[in-house]
């Protein structure tokens, strides 16, 4: 079956506690993103990647890392996660960005994360 | 820079009344996807418009995108509770840039 999976579905840490999320596609795909979801701020992009060894800032980067290594995995760090940075988090894919018909995303089912 | 805006950011109705969404860009868009989220759920994707004008349905969805290209709007006649849920839209720009709207939260009162 086709998909993006996120690990783990939920997560509370603390402040200061370095953080992993992974994400994985078995979809061949070139571009992933990363978003985060606020009430009231939609889908916030948070970094992406055109294909492998190939990262860009979105539009709030601040305090995250992220890597591609491999064309399937785009892990989301937070090296010292904050209060802030509580939110539902998405990871999502597409065949490319940068064609028609090839840009639709398919979204991960999201990790909840609380940061105390 | 670059940005769509959604509205209404919430909307309320009753069932059987119709209920739209619409979004806006200030600088043309190669084309727009529509998403729904359903409650605890993430955003799958609806459709993708890319001509000018052009209007698709899905049974009682009816997505338009604006003749500039700037604007697109998706329309739900007669709502059901199964339409309950968040809708975003998705401009894609000629630059490979993607924004999404800040997303149109809809209730359904039976």
């Known amino acids: 079956e086709a998909q993006v999976t996120q690990n783990p579905r939920y997560l509370i840490t603390v402040t200061g506690k370095k953080l992993t999320v992974t994400c994985s596609q078995n979809m061949n795909h070139e571009y992933m993103s990363w978003y985060r979801q606020d009430p009231g701020l939609g889908l916030r992009q948070i970094y992406y990647?055109?294909?492998?060894?190939?990262?860009d800032k979105g539009d709030v980067p601040e305090g995250y890392k992220v890597s591609r290594k491999e064309k399937r995995n785009f892990p989301l760090i937070l090296e010292s996660p904050s209060p802030n940075q509580t939110s539902l988090y998405f990871c999502?894919?597409?065949?490319?960005?940068?064609?028609?018909?090839?840009?639709?995303?398919?979204f991960g089912a999201g990790t909840r994360l609380s940061v105390l | 820079g670059q940005q769509v805006m959604q509205i209404p950011q919430y909307q309320h109705v009753q069932e059987g009344e119709d209920f739209t969404t619409y979004c806006n860009s200030s600088?043309?868009?190669?084309?727009i996807q529509w998403y729904k989220q359903r409650p605890g759920g993430h955003p799958v994707f609806l459709i993708q418009l890319v001509k000018s004008g052009e209007v698709k349905k899905q049974k009682r969805l009816t997505f338009q995108f604006g003749e500039a290209k700037k604007n697109s709007s998706l329309h739900i006649t007669a709502t059901q509770t199964t339409d309950v849920g968040t809708y975003f839209c998705?401009?894609?720009?000629?630059?490979?840039?993607?924004?999404f709207g800040a997303g149109t939260r809809l209730t359904v009162k039976p």
């Open positions: 990647s055109m294909n492998v060894e190939v990262t």
């Open positions: 600088t043309t868009l190669s084309n």
């Open positions: 998705a401009g894609g720009y000629n630059n490979n840039d993607m924004r």
């Open positions: 999502a894919s597409s065949l490319r960005l940068d064609r028609v018909a090839k840009n639709i995303q398919y």
